[in-house]
């Protein structure tokens, strides 16, 4: 079995280093033997998508938004709305969550329009929604408790067909008002959750690997791991929350 995994953006979309979350995916394929690859696809890098299973996006501050539009438009937006119709396995975070949606409008009314893979548009307030938080996963996104921390200013509303990743539990979220958090669409994975996602929260990790496994092989089980370390630093974070 092989992963082809493609980091998209990873020259303006890596905050907090997201980009962990790439290397927590890597490290547990491998410690399961499983084979995978990781492709960086910057600003003005023509490759296409497809052949790949997962697509990672992070998060980028407004400014690194607008200055992706045009390279977004190029193209890649009709790409990256196949890939997610056709099954592909994203996880996308805060400023590339917003960015799969049909647009941002900054606190200062500056429009970003994205690309509407996923039916959701956020609008920036004034007030930044900080700090460390927790959700519930909906069961259909595997129902585990997910600690994470976010910063965003923009406040992200979805569409009325369009699942929540998860249930806030303490936090933002989404808007900080209707509760939720988070997208799941077909094998997408939206999130304001930042960082170290993956490494704190190992069942996300591997539901997330299973789903692009599953749709390249049919079936996938996954080993178990030795997580202790992992949920040492999860449940003291929750416990904190
Ligand atoms: N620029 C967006 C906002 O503040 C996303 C920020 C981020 O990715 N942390 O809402």
Same mark, same amino acid.
């Given at each position: 079995?092989?992963?082809? =995994?493609?980091?998209? +953006?990873?020259?303006?979309?890596?905050?907090?280093?997201?980009?962990?979350?790439?290397?927590?995916?890597?490290?547990?394929?491998? #410690?399961?033997?499983?084979?995978?690859?990781?492709?960086?696809?910057?600003?003005?890098?023509?490759?296409?998508?497809?052949?790949?299973?997962?697509?990672?996006?992070?998060?980028?501050?407004?400014?690194?938004?607008?200055? @992706? @539009?045009?390279?977004?438009?190029?193209?890649?937006?009709?790409?990256?709305?196949?890939?997610?119709?056709?099954?592909?396995?994203?996880?996308? =975070?805060? $400023?590339? +969550?917003?960015? @799969?949606?049909?647009? +941002?409008?900054?606190?200062?009314?500056?429009?970003?329009?994205? =690309?509407?893979?996923?039916?959701?548009?956020?609008?920036?307030?004034?007030?930044?929604? =900080?700090?460390?938080?927790?959700?519930?996963?909906?069961?259909?996104?595997?129902?585990?408790?997910?600690? $994470?921390?976010?910063?965003?200013?923009?406040?992200? #509303?979805? $569409?009325? $067909?369009?699942?929540?990743?998860?249930?806030?539990?303490?936090?933002?979220?989404?808007?900080?008002?209707?509760?939720?958090?988070?997208?799941?669409?077909?094998?997408?994975?939206?999130? +304001?959750?930042?960082?170290?996602?993956?490494?704190?929260?190992?069942?996300?990790?591997?539901?997330?690997?299973?789903?692009?496994?599953?749709?390249?092989?049919?079936?996938?089980?996954?080993?178990?791991?030795?997580?202790?370390?992992?949920?040492?630093?999860?449940?003291?974070?929750?416990?904190?929350?």
């Amino acid at each position: 079995m092989e992963l082809k =995994i493609c980091h998209m +953006y990873p020259d303006v979309l890596n905050l907090y280093g997201d980009r962990g979350n790439v290397i927590c995916m890597l490290k547990r394929l491998e #410690w399961r033997g499983i084979e995978a690859s990781v492709t960086k696809l910057p600003i003005g890098d023509s490759r296409s998508l497809a052949g790949f299973d997962l697509v990672f996006i992070g998060g980028g501050q407004d400014f690194e938004q607008q200055v @992706l @539009l045009s390279d977004l438009h190029r193209g890649k937006d009709r790409e990256i709305r196949a890939a997610v119709e056709d099954g592909v396995t994203f996880l996308a =975070i805060c $400023g590339g +969550y917003q960015m @799969l949606g049909s647009y +941002y409008e900054t606190f200062d009314g500056k429009r970003c329009d994205f =690309i509407g893979a996923l039916d959701l548009y956020t609008k920036g307030s004034v007030k930044r929604m =900080i700090g460390n938080y927790k959700f519930q996963c909906s069961p259909s996104a595997g129902g585990s408790i997910v600690v $994470g921390f976010e910063n965003h200013s923009g406040k992200t #509303w979805l $569409g009325s $067909g369009l699942e929540p990743l998860g249930k806030l539990l303490s936090g933002y979220g989404n808007n900080g008002e209707d509760g939720s958090e988070g997208a799941h669409y077909k094998n997408v994975f939206g999130t +304001y959750s930042h960082g170290p996602l993956l490494p704190k929260n190992p069942e996300l990790c591997d539901l997330i690997l299973k789903t692009a496994l599953e749709r390249k092989y049919g079936s996938a089980e996954l080993p178990p791991l030795d997580d202790s370390f992992e949920l040492l630093a999860h449940d003291e974070m929750c416990a904190k929350l």
